[in-house]
């Protein structure tokens, strides 16, 4: 019997990273600016228009959260596959836009409380939402898996599809049409882009029909490692969610086209 090996690509990443001097919430207002990195590639967290404008959830909450600290907002691009980089060099305060909490980020900085609850599922052609309901099915040789580089979909299908053919396409705004077009048969996403993804293809890309998300875990806002600004950060948060504002901002987000 042939032994799998699993390997935690994230972490190996982040052990060779060597953070920078960061900057705590008394520089943050100093400064009179909230720099917050989105990758403006995962509706309805963040989305970067043809115009170049970033929209989405996670927009609406840096902005409240930057009115709340007092400071002006400065929203700082980076990638899912440079994020972890970006964050050590000190390019951005706060990582938003739908981060999964995971060890190897939280060794590098702090999270807040918990936005949502969410899980790994697959998105599919319509017609094979019946068919590809578990790992086993997935990860078969005649499996064409795509996903999208540097974040928890690349690890996860490295982890788990050994055995099916994985491919890295390198735009998460365009990745879905490679399987509307059938150049690949699935992607292992989270659960909220899964759902809006399908409503945006209709009759084209489905949900499969898994029992249950194949693992689940929390999102949360990456942070700078600051007592103050965590403390500041999970205040504001928490009255957003107390609120319904953060629910609301999701479900605004995601009944665009």
């Not at 935690?8 to 052990?15: E, G, K, M, P, Y």
């Not at 990860?139 to 996903?147: G, L």
Request: charged share 25%.
């Amino acid at each position: 019997m042939r032994r799998r090996i699993y390997v935690n690509w994230a972490l190996i990443l982040v052990l060779s990273i060597a953070p920078a001097a960061a900057r705590p919430l008394a520089a943050i207002k100093a400064s009179g600016t909230l720099r917050v990195g989105l990758t403006g590639d995962y509706a309805p967290y963040s989305l970067r228009g043809a115009d170049g404008q970033v929209t989405g959830a996670d927009v609406v909450m840096a902005q409240a959260l930057a009115s709340e600290l007092g400071v002006a907002l400065e929203i700082v691009p980076t990638t899912w596959k440079s994020m972890s980089e970006d964050f050590a060099a000190d390019r951005f305060d706060i990582a938003m836009g739908g981060v999964s909490v995971t060890p190897a980020r939280a060794a590098l900085g702090d999270f807040s409380i918990t936005v949502l609850r969410d899980g790994k599922r697959p998105i599919v052609r319509c017609a094979d939402k019946d068919r590809y309901i578990s790992i086993a099915a997935i990860d078969q040789p005649n499996v064409r898996v795509v996903f999208n580089p540097g974040g928890t979909n690349e690890a996860f299908a490295k982890d788990h599809f050994p055995d099916a053919k994985l491919a890295e396409y390198p735009d998460n705004r365009t990745i879905f049409d490679e399987i509307a077009a059938a150049h690949a048969d699935v992607m292992v996403t989270d659960g909220a882009e899964v759902d809006y993804q399908a409503r945006r293809h209709p009759g084209v890309l489905c949900a499969a029909a898994v029992p249950d998300a194949f693992d689940h875990f929390d999102k949360a806002y990456w942070m700078t490692r600051d007592d103050a600004l965590q403390a500041a950060v999970n205040a504001a948060l928490k009255k957003k969610l107390d609120a319904g504002d953060y629910q609301k901002a999701l479900a605004a987000a995601a009944s665009k086209p």
